[in-house]
């Protein structure tokens, strides 16, 4: 289950920085996540770390989302990898 945020948010600029997989960015009015980058922190930490930090309590589970821990786990890892695979059309360093 990804999270989101909900209209209560009130831009205070600190679950952005906290999120590992980058899900988080400033919407038309107040932050969003990405549901597609959002683990919940799964693979990272043991919670989401937005939620801990979010002074105004503004970041349940998205209903709209279900995903397992091990969807969540998958989602991780495919994160990874496609960090770590080199930009299209530049060129792979050899070791």
């Known amino acids: 289950m990804a999270l ?8 205070c600029d ?6 590992p997989n980058q899900a988080i ?5 107040y932050y969003v996540i990405d ?3 959002c683990t919940e922190c799964v693979g ?8 801990q930090v979010c002074p ?5 589970v ?12 998958a989602k991780h890892r495919a994160l990874q990898v496609a960090a770590a695979a080199p930009e299209q059309g530049q060129p ?3 070791p």
């Open 4 to 11: 989101m945020i909900t209209d209560e948010c009130i831009n």
């Open 14 to 19: 600190v679950c952005e920085p906290e999120c």
């Open 25 to 29: 960015s400033m919407g038309a009015d």
């Open 35 to 37: 549901p597609n980058r």
């Open 44 to 51: 990272h930490f043991d919670e989401p770390q937005c939620v």
């Open 56 to 60: 105004v309590s503004c970041i349940p």
């Open 62 to 73: 998205d209903p709209g989302r279900h995903e397992t821990r091990d969807m969540l786990m």
């Open 92 to 94: 792979v360093s050899e």
